[in-house]
């Protein structure tokens, strides 16, 4: 078993993959615009401990579009961006997030899992570095690709707020 940890630290907006205790790589991301937060319709990013529940997207193609964690058959473009300004992209992959501790990140009201908490790509020209999701955790697509290589369903996600 390995000892992989995927750190993400919101006040940095900064998301860490420990092996052995060791940074191995490190990407920044965009985490939620209403700040930390575990309750159900908060649109806030839960803290604590949690796993990776599913990885959803291998082999799909780059900017792949998903809406409820189903590809829609569209592929990012700005023209396409630009034609739904208002839409949350989720693009490329998915590693869906499930909370560790319950009463707080797992069960109820303030369930990650229930609350489709992920990790996922945005288009290029989002920023990243500042909160703007909806409580998800966002990422460049080519670091999110790099990550998911790196990572197993199971792995071990630790959120700090």
Not at 36 to 65: M, Q, Y
Not at 114 to 136: K, T
């Amino acid at each position: 078993m390995c000892d992989r940890l995927i750190h993400i630290h919101i006040p940095e907006q900064r998301l860490e993959v420990r092996e052995g205790g060791v940074a191995v790589a490190s990407y920044p991301v965009s985490t939620a615009r209403n700040g930390p937060g575990e309750r159900r319709d908060s649109g806030c990013t839960p803290r604590g401990w949690h796993r990776i529940r599913i990885k959803i997207g291998a082999g799909l193609p780059f900017n792949t579009v998903f809406v409820g964690r189903r590809p829609t058959g569209e592929i990012y473009s700005s023209a396409l961006g630009a034609c739904y300004p208002e839409r949350d992209w989720i693009l490329t992959r998915i590693l869906w997030l499930t909370g560790l501790e319950p009463g707080f990140n797992r069960g109820g009201d303030h369930d990650t899992l229930r609350r489709y908490i992920y990790i996922h790509g945005c288009p290029d020209e989002a920023p990243l570095g500042s909160p703007r999701s909806h409580g998800c955790i966002r990422l460049r697509n080519c670091d999110l690709l790099d990550l998911f290589e790196r990572v197993e369903a199971g792995d071990r996600v630790f959120i700090a707020g």
